[in-house]
């Protein structure tokens, strides 16, 4: 059974960098129709999709925030990851990794999520 | 404001039927993009409930149900049991946003 581990720092100064790893087991991040995905959500808020890499290194970053956002993949460590860099407090929330069935459009495995809190 | 406009709350008494609506547009769900469910309960994160408008991943119990018609689709839960209080998100994809997944804002179900 695939799961999906989320790791990084949980506090993040203003305008650093937050960088994040979600580890995958159980499944090969290589393996066709899957895409790895970041979903932020933000304190007592709803779900918001940050963007996807697909193993080959094809990217989708969400428009809000493409402009700082950057997923990369490592096959080698079966793992992906995301920096968001120039953050402010609005970037303050619950970060998820999932895999999404590409194709069909849901996310079926989920990570268990990570608080990243932006403060000085 | 979400592209897919879900209701902030719902409630029911244990045993009984509620049903969740999610209405979208002509470029998400009325494009006949599937709809998809999740259930996240307190503190943890989402959980797949209803995939490709009506189909229950193994382990989801029967209770659950989804159906998808024009421009909105639904989730029925009946035999209302305290475990279900939870948040409740829809999402599809649409295709005027560059191709993008999007989500409802999320309904909070209490079982009174």
């Known amino acids: 059974q695939v799961q999906l581990q989320e790791s990084g720092p949980g506090l993040v100064k203003p305008s650093q960098t937050l960088s994040l790893t979600c580890a995958v087991s159980?499944?090969?991040?290589?393996?066709?129709?899957?895409?790895w995905s970041w979903i932020r959500q933000r304190p007592g808020k709803g779900l918001e999709l940050i963007g996807y890499?697909?193993?080959?290194?094809?990217?989708y970053y969400t428009s809000s925030l493409k402009s700082r956002v950057t997923i990369s993949v490592d096959t080698s460590n079966n793992q992906f990851s995301l920096k968001l860099n120039s953050v402010t407090a609005a970037d303050t929330a619950f970060y998820y990794c999932?895999?999404?069935?590409?194709?069909?459009?849901?996310?079926?495995?989920w990570g268990q999520g990570t608080l990243v809190i932006v403060s000085s | 404001q979400s592209v897919l406009t879900q209701p902030p709350s719902v409630s029911g008494a244990p045993g009984q039927r509620v049903t969740i609506s999610c209405t979208g547009s002509s470029s998400n769900i009325g494009a006949g993009y599937d709809v998809h469910w999740y259930q996240q309960l307190p503190g943890t994160a989402p959980k797949l409930l209803i995939y490709g408008n009506s189909n229950r991943p193994s382990g989801v119990p029967d209770r659950f149900s989804g159906s998808k018609s024009g421009t909105s689709a639904s989730l029925a839960i009946t035999g209302l049991q305290a475990v279900d209080e939870a948040d409740y998100y829809c999402?599809?994809?649409?295709?005027?946003?560059?191709?993008?997944?999007?989500f409802g804002g999320g309904t909070k179900l209490t079982v009174l």
């Open positions: 999402q599809s994809y649409d295709s005027s946003l560059s191709g993008s997944w999007v």
């Open positions: 159980g499944d090969s991040i290589i393996s066709s129709g899957y895409y």
């Open positions: 890499i697909y193993y080959s290194g094809s990217t």
């Open positions: 999932a895999r999404e069935v590409h194709g069909d459009y849901y996310f079926d495995c």
